[in-house]
């Protein structure tokens, strides 16, 4: 136990330049006193102690403004930086080594049952403001800008940025806009759905063109 609550200490150190001594960042981080808490209301859900685990939560969320649902799994140094606004979702995995800021969520769409949060991998950076929303998976290395609206799979060692989030980065390397197999757009879905109708209606124009009108006459 000790182990790991000194590497929450050190994990703070190495993510924030502004940490100053560790009796600052056990008494002033609310982000570690949330992960803290959120670790005995894990304890007693996974004893199927439910409403004392979301007491458990409810109050960390009151102290801290960060609601930890208690059946979210959290790996190794996770670090939630600021904090205010984070919402992580009943079904979420979070692996090892990721970093969040204030705002984010890790929430559901509403429309799925059972697995219906993300699982995030290792060593993943999730900007302020972002929202990560679904049962899929984003993969290891993966930055999330800030504001980000993810709502697709994203492959590891990507940057994903913008709402709806589409991925900038893969490896290093820059991905071009115009890059289709990469999460979808949806203004150039949009325009072509409506080239489908405007062919649609041509056709329909033209067979209306060659019908018969009243007087016995084809309509030119
Ligand atoms: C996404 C982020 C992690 C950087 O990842 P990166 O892989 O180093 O990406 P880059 O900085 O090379 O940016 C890649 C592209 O995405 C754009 N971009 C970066 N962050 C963005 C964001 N949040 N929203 C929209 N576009 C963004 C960049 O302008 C760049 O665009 P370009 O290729 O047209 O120049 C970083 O920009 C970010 O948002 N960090 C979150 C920090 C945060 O929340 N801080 C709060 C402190 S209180």
Redesign the pocket.
């Known amino acids: 136990m000790f182990r790991r609550i000194r590497s929450d200490i050190e994990t703070v150190f190495e993510n924030d330049p502004a940490a100053r001594s560790r009796f600052e960042v056990i008494f002033t981080y609310s982000g570690l006193h949330a992960l803290w808490a959120h670790r005995i209301a894990h304890a007693f859900f996974r004893k199927r102690l439910f409403t004392i685990a979301r007491i458990i939560s409810q109050i960390s969320r009151f102290m801290t403004g960060i609601e930890i649902h208690p059946g979210a799994r959290i790996g190794e140094r996770f670090f939630i ?2 904090g205010m606004g984070v919402v992580i979702g009943e079904t979420c995995e979070i692996g090892n080594d990721v970093v969040i ?2 705002g984010v969520t890790l929430g559901g769409t509403g429309k799925e049952k059972g697995k219906r949060h993300p699982t995030i991998g290792n060593n993943v ?6 929202k990560i929303l679904g049962s899929f998976t984003v993969g290891d290395n993966c ?6 609206v993810v709502l697709r799979e994203v492959p590891p060692n990507c ?4 709402n709806p989030g589409r991925i ?2 893969r490896n290093g390397e ?1 991905v071009s806009r115009l890059d289709h197999n990469q999460l979808p757009d949806p203004v150039v879905e949009m325009f072509r759905e409506m080239q489908t109708q405007i062919d649609r209606l041509h056709q329909e124009l033209e067979l209306l063109k060659k019908q018969p009108v009243p007087g016995g006459e084809f309509k030119q």
């Open positions: 930086d600021h800021y204030q950076v999730i900007g302020s403001g972002a930055n999330v800008g800030s504001n980000a940057t994903v940025v913008g900038v980065k820059r």
